[in-house]
């Protein structure tokens, strides 16, 4: 599958690092124990551990491992969604400790006696969150999936060739509605100059669906296999900062619901735009340049 490595993966990679620092935090955490008074008539209901304040190096520590987690957390959520009740009940609560954890409020009363059982108890909150992963990922074989957006397709409309950017020789392209509603629409209002590049990509789709059912895929170049997803992505399931009234962020979301529903492949943004690849490269979708010949 050349270089290219499916969503679980690069997600249970990034998940070991968060491991890594967040050990690396409790490291630098102490645990207090509430002393009660035992000649006192009071009876004090609460958490008997807590964490201490951090100091100022391990604050900067714990909030730029806050937001790498939450970052990781809202793609992990659009695979869980895939995994078995059984497994989600698993899944949702870790989820909640370890944010708890990482913020440092809530939850009071997970909190251990000692650093090194908060050590131990945090260890064994990822290993669930793998176990997810690991589920999924083998819920579907892995492969390559090349998603072109408008400009992909306008510039190289020969999606055969964009093997030499993906550097494999089999591989499934996927039309996404958004991209297909874009072609409609520069049909009438693209720049004069713009207009061929926009008729030649129109008639290549026009080609690909004529040769089968392209909903459910036809082969296009030998190894090659292309479809069109008729779906529109839905917003509700998706991160929180895409925007569904911008073209980009609909693409993109939709892009996440392809990966989503095969999260052991690895979906790849074709997109010769650089602020689309950018909004990619932060939902940790890898991303090429469609290649320049035409």
Not at 113 to 140: H, M, N, P, Y
Not at 142 to 169: E, F, H, M, W
Not at 255 to 280: F, G, H, M, Y
Request: with cysteine; charged share 30%.
């Amino acid at each position: 599958m050349a270089e290219w490595r499916p969503f679980t993966a690069q997600l249970i990679e990034r998940l070991a690092l968060i491991e890594a620092e967040g050990l690396t935090l409790l490291d630098q955490s102490k645990i207090s124990t509430r002393q009660d008074d035992r000649y006192s008539n009071v009876v004090v209901i609460g958490p008997p551990h807590s964490f201490d304040d951090l100091g100022a190096a391990a604050t900067r520590v714990q909030m730029d491992l806050l937001s790498e987690y939450r970052k990781w957390e809202e793609l992990y959520v659009l695979l869980e969604r895939r995994v078995p009740p059984g497994l989600q009940r698993v899944s949702q609560p870790t989820r909640k400790l370890i944010t708890s954890w990482l913020e440092r409020t809530g939850e009071r009363w997970s909190v251990p006696a000692t650093i090194a059982e908060a050590k131990d108890a945090f260890r064994q909150a990822i290993d669930r969150l793998r176990t997810v992963l690991t589920f999924l990922a083998g819920t579907s074989p892995p492969k390559v999936i090349a998603a072109p957006d408008t400009n992909a397709l306008t510039d190289q409309p020969d999606v055969a060739s964009y093997r030499s950017v993906l550097g494999c020789d089999s591989f499934e392209v996927v039309l996404l509605p958004t991209i297909l509603g874009e072609l409609d629409e520069l049909k009438v209002r693209a720049r004069p100059e713009y207009q061929p590049r926009v008729k030649d990509a129109i008639r290549r789709l026009k080609g690909w669906e004529t040769q089968g059912d392209w909903l459910r895929g036809v082969t296009i170049d030998g190894t090659i296999s292309l479809r069109a997803e008729a779906r529109e992505p839905n917003f509700d399931e998706t991160v929180s900062w895409l925007d569904p009234t911008n073209n980009d962020d609909r693409f993109l979301a939709g892009v996440l619901e392809l990966q989503r529903s095969e999260p052991n492949s690895c979906v790849v943004v074709v997109s010769s735009d650089l602020n689309l690849r950018n909004k990619a490269a932060a939902l940790s979708l890898p991303r090429v340049v469609p290649p320049e010949d035409r």
